[in-house]
């Protein structure tokens, strides 16, 4: 049985302000089934998918979980990306795609987060994810940077004995500020955001706002949540 299905029919449904009882009445099936196939009780069969994909207007991909664009899209690299890998050897072809391609997922998603904050117009909020991502970015670098042991740690000041675990506290510390601020409370010196200016956001919305940059951030969520589902 497929596992995404169902909560993406769910969403689909509650995105466009139905009832369970609209939906299965203009999709020709009784509401007892429609609930059934939106808890993964019973699994529908292909007719169904195709009929729902046109219902919502989306691929029967996107209904499975095999695409995070509702089109059905794969993420393509940039033509420039994928030209400049042509003349690089068998050998090197495989990771070189790799760092232009989880490049573009990252600076694209988090041109969206950017993009999304600057329409808050809360300084708050704005200074903590940016002291999340500054301090991921900096404990990234000295993973890095550190895996040659001749490289003069001159330029760090915090010593590598602490770096690790003191970084990861003040990334701990600002996630907890960012979630008080979202929420409407008050810290790190700033007040929490005004429910007037919280972002109406949704897979539809996301999508016709940011349509280059969307399939970045669904291929982002996709793959990070594969990482997740392993360790579960």
């Given at each position: 049985?497929?596992?995404?299905?169902?909560?993406?029919?769910?969403?689909?449904?509650?995105?466009?302000?139905?009832?369970?009882?609209?939906?299965?009445?203009?999709?020709?099936?009784?509401?007892?089934?429609?609930?059934?196939?939106?808890?993964?009780?019973?699994?529908?069969?292909?007719?169904?998918?195709?009929?729902?994909?046109?219902?919502?207007?989306?691929?029967?991909?996107?209904?499975?979980?095999?695409?995070?664009?509702?089109?059905?899209?794969?993420?393509?690299?940039?033509?420039?990306?994928?030209?400049?890998?042509?003349?690089?050897?068998?050998?090197?072809?495989?990771?070189?795609?790799?760092?232009?391609?989880?490049?573009?997922?990252?600076?694209?998603?988090?041109?969206?987060?950017?993009?999304?904050?600057?329409?808050?117009?809360?300084?708050?909020?704005?200074?903590?994810?940016?002291?999340?991502?500054?301090?991921?970015?900096?404990?990234?670098?000295?993973?890095?940077?550190?895996?040659?042991?001749?490289?003069?740690?001159?330029?760090?000041?915090?010593?590598?004995?602490?770096?690790?675990?003191m970084s990861t506290a003040l990334m701990n510390i600002v996630e907890?500020?960012?979630?008080?601020?979202?929420?409407?409370?008050?810290?790190?010196?700033?007040?929490?955001?005004?429910?007037?200016?919280?972002?109406?956001?949704?897979?539809?919305?996301?999508?016709?706002?940011?349509?280059?940059?969307?399939?970045?951030?669904?291929?982002?969520?996709?793959?990070?949540?594969?990482?997740?589902?392993?360790?579960?």
């Amino acid at each position: 049985m497929n596992n995404d299905f169902p909560r993406i029919v769910t969403l689909l449904r509650k995105e466009r302000g139905l009832s369970q009882k609209q939906a299965a009445l203009e999709l020709g099936v009784s509401q007892a089934l429609l609930s059934h196939y939106e808890k993964g009780i019973r699994e529908c069969g292909l007719d169904f998918v195709v009929k729902i994909a046109d219902y919502y207007n989306v691929s029967c991909d996107y209904l499975l979980g095999r695409s995070l664009d509702r089109t059905g899209a794969p993420f393509r690299l940039e033509p420039e990306q994928a030209e400049s890998t042509e003349a690089i050897s068998d050998s090197a072809v495989k990771p070189n795609a790799m760092i232009a391609m989880n490049k573009k997922l990252i600076t694209d998603s988090m041109s969206i987060i950017f993009e999304i904050l600057s329409r808050t117009e809360h300084k708050g909020l704005t200074s903590e994810v940016s002291a999340y991502f500054m301090v991921s970015v900096y404990k990234m670098l000295r993973a890095v940077y550190s895996s040659n042991q001749k490289n003069p740690q001159a330029m760090f000041s915090v010593i590598p004995e602490l770096y690790t675990g003191m970084s990861t506290a003040l990334m701990n510390i600002v996630e907890a500020n960012i979630s008080c601020l979202a929420s409407g409370k008050a810290a790190a010196e700033h007040s929490g955001i005004d429910s007037s200016v919280t972002p109406q956001l949704s897979p539809d919305i996301i999508s016709k706002k940011f349509p280059d940059l969307a399939p970045s951030l669904y291929n982002l969520i996709r793959d990070t949540e594969d990482r997740i589902k392993k360790l579960m």
